[in-house]
């Protein structure tokens, strides 16, 4: 069983930055590719970023080159950098790690990004 609980959300204005965080209760290395997602209020929830054990990362082509998926293996932590926000990035970004060799996928509470003037 693996817990995630993410924080750093909040409210921030076009064009501003916000940093997320995601504290996973037990090592993230080899066995998960960990990832962000995020649902906007009636819409589904879509992929943000993944990143495997190895730092490969894939993103949204919404979200190329503004925002960064990194992670801290050693602190078991998962991070996202979001930079140039836009008003559709609003959205409560959940944080998922998902089990290579069993398919099983793990959410964390959801934090709430807000971009607004």
């Known amino acids: 069983q693996v817990q995630l609980v993410e924080s750093g959300g909040g409210l921030v204005q076009p064009g501003g930055s916000l940093s997320l965080s995601c504290a996973a209760s037990?090592?993230?290395?080899?066995?998960?590719?960990m990832g962000w997602y995020r649902q906007a209020p009636g819409k589904q929830r879509e992929l943000v970023a993944t990143?495997?054990?190895?730092?490969?990362?894939n993103y949204a082509d919404s979200v190329k080159g503004r925002f960064t998926i990194s992670r801290d293996n050693a602190k078991n932590t998962l991070y996202l950098q979001m930079n140039s926000l836009k008003p559709e990035d609003t959205a409560i970004y959940y944080c998922n790690a998902h089990h290579m060799a069993s398919g099983r996928d793990y959410w964390g509470q959801g934090t709430q990004v807000t971009v607004s003037s």
């Open positions: 990143i495997t054990s190895g730092s490969t990362t």
């Open positions: 037990t090592k993230i290395f080899s066995p998960y590719i």
